[in-house]
């Protein structure tokens, strides 16, 4: 084992000293070192600096939740949105346990879209939900596009948009929370506790969100459009 500052000294180039291989490499193993070099090619370490951790999103360098769900919703492209979410919860999906059969017991093998969108069980909660928001459709299957389509049931005005983008995130927050307790913890909630948990769950975002938003969670719960400013 070496340190990055002694892998640094002994050159981490494509011909650089650092590196050593017990048996020569199959043609994707050595694709992979290329690759591993470019990224490298780019680092300088500076000897009066210590390494730390730098996080772009937010003035301050360090981490927090705030801005990483910030970024998410500001994002101006809801495409690269959906996408990162739905790739952050699929690295957190251990591959032993990404091949069982849906949680929702609707008897498919699991997979992110499925349990996310097409699920018989868990894809119901879209139309549960767009119904309490007073919509009736039918969702796109493609992430982004359904994203999209949720995001802009209110309009497309940047405060309904993001009230839109932020009950999309309560529902796929919801479904993934309901399925750790499922696999993890055996326990399950029924569908309309599920339905109840969104709601719930945006009126909170959106209270911590809008110093406005000073409304009871009964009348949230009743029928949430008003507090939208949208009135059908
Ligand atoms: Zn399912």
């Known amino acids: 084992m070496a340190t990055v500052a002694e892998m640094y000294s002994l050159g981490w180039g494509e011909e ?28 300088v370490l500076q000897s009066n600096h210590s390494d730390r951790w730098i996080w772009h999103l937010h003035v301050s360098n360090k981490y927090n939740v705030a801005s990483a769900y910030n970024h998410l919703l500001s994002s101006t492209n809801n495409n690269l949105a959906a996408d990162h979410i739905i790739e952050i919860l699929n690295k957190e999906v251990p591959l032993k346990v990404s091949l069982f059969f849906c949680v929702g017991g609707c008897g498919m093998l699991e997979d992110t879209k499925h349990l996310f969108f097409s699920c018989d069980f868990f894809g119901k909660l879209w139309y549960g939900i767009s119904h309490w928001l007073r919509f009736h459709m039918v969702f796109p299957k493609h992430v982004s596009d359904h994203l999209y389509q949720f995001g802009t049931l209110g309009g497309f005005s940047k405060s309904n948009r993001s009230a839109f983008n932020l009950i999309w995130l309560s529902c796929v927050w919801v479904i993934w929370i309901e399925r750790i307790a499922r696999v993890f913890h055996q326990k399950e909630a029924s569908f309309h506790q599920l339905l109840d948990k969104i709601k719930l769950q945006s009126y909170w975002w959106l209270k911590g969100n809008r110093p406005s938003f000073a409304f009871s969670y009964h009348l949230w719960w009743l029928n949430p459009l008003p507090f939208l400013g949208i009135y059908l």
Do not use: Q
Not at 24 to 34: D, M, S, T, Y
């Open 16 to 43: 650089g000293k650092v590196w050593k291989w017990r048996r020569r490499l199959l043609a994707w193993e050595e694709e992979k070192v290329r690759e591993c070099c470019d990224f490298l090619t780019i680092i």
